[in-house]
């Protein structure tokens, strides 16, 4: 089954404290993103990629990192989550060859940062 | 820069309403995509269309249509005779790929009730 996975999707931390959400496709799609969610903002875009190796800042980007070693995996790295990154993460994958075809989503992972 | 504007925050119709909701997009390119996605009570996202600036036929899938202006910069997408499995958040989003390599720009969403 062609899918997206979010890991973990629900975490509750301390400000200060590294923590590394995971994502995985099996599509073999080039492109990666990470978006945030929160109420009344839409989804806004942290960091894509285009293919292994290749990372972009997207609108958001302050406070994350992302690599991508592997084609199928972009994990997003908060070194050190503060309270306002409580949020809805969401990790998708795309084709695209020339254009951005469909994003294929993740199921989210609801971090919490006390 | 690239912007997308859904102006309505909530919409509340009875089953079989027709519901209309706007987008409005900004983009200097001249080639560029439009996308919507809904977000049912779930939670998950699930694409419904995309768009080149090159189309400007609407579509109509069902009970679903899009209606693409250019003139206006606008993406506006319609329920007919809505049913209470359309309640969702609904997302209008804009990628343009020549001024924005692949950055995928999102509207805030419009939440749609369907009440029985």
């Known amino acids: 089954e062609a899918q997206v996975t979010q890991n973990p999707r629900y975490l509750i931390t301390v400000t200060g404290k590294k923590l590394t959400v995971t994502c995985s496709q099996n599509?073999?799609?080039?492109?990666m993103s990470w978006y945030r969610q929160d109420p009344g903002l839409g989804l806004r875009q942290i960091y894509y990629s285009m293919n292994v190796e290749a990372t972009d800042k997207g609108d958001v980007p302050e406070g994350y990192k992302v690599s991508r070693k592997e084609k199928r995996n972009f994990p997003l790295i908060l070194e050190s989550p503060s309270p306002n990154q409580t949020s809805l993460y969401f990790c998708?994958?795309?084709?695209?060859?020339?254009?951005?075809?469909?994003?294929?989503f993740g199921e989210g992972s609801r971090l919490t940062v006390l | 820069a690239q912007k997308v504007t859904q102006a309505q925050t909530e919409i509340s119709v009875v089953e079989k309403e027709d519901v209309t909701l706007d987008c409005v997009y900004e983009t200097r390119d001249t080639t560029y995509y439009l996308f919507w996605y809904k977000q049912p009570p779930s939670g998950e996202l699930v694409f419904l269309i995309r768009r080149n600036s090159f189309d400007e036929q609407n579509e109509i899938s069902g009970r679903y249509s899009w209606n693409f202006q250019k003139s206006t910069s606008s993406f506006n997408f319609t329920i007919t005779a809505s049913q209470v499995v359309d309640s969702a958040v609904y997302f209008c989003?804009?990628?343009?790929?020549?001024?924005?390599?692949?950055?995928?720009?999102f509207g805030a969403g419009t939440t749609v009730t369907v009440r029985a």
């Open positions: 599509m073999n799609h080039e492109y």
């Open positions: 998708a994958s795309s084709t695209h060859v020339g254009i951005l075809g469909e994003l294929f």
């Open positions: 989003a804009l990628s343009a790929p020549r001024s924005n390599d692949y950055k995928l720009s």
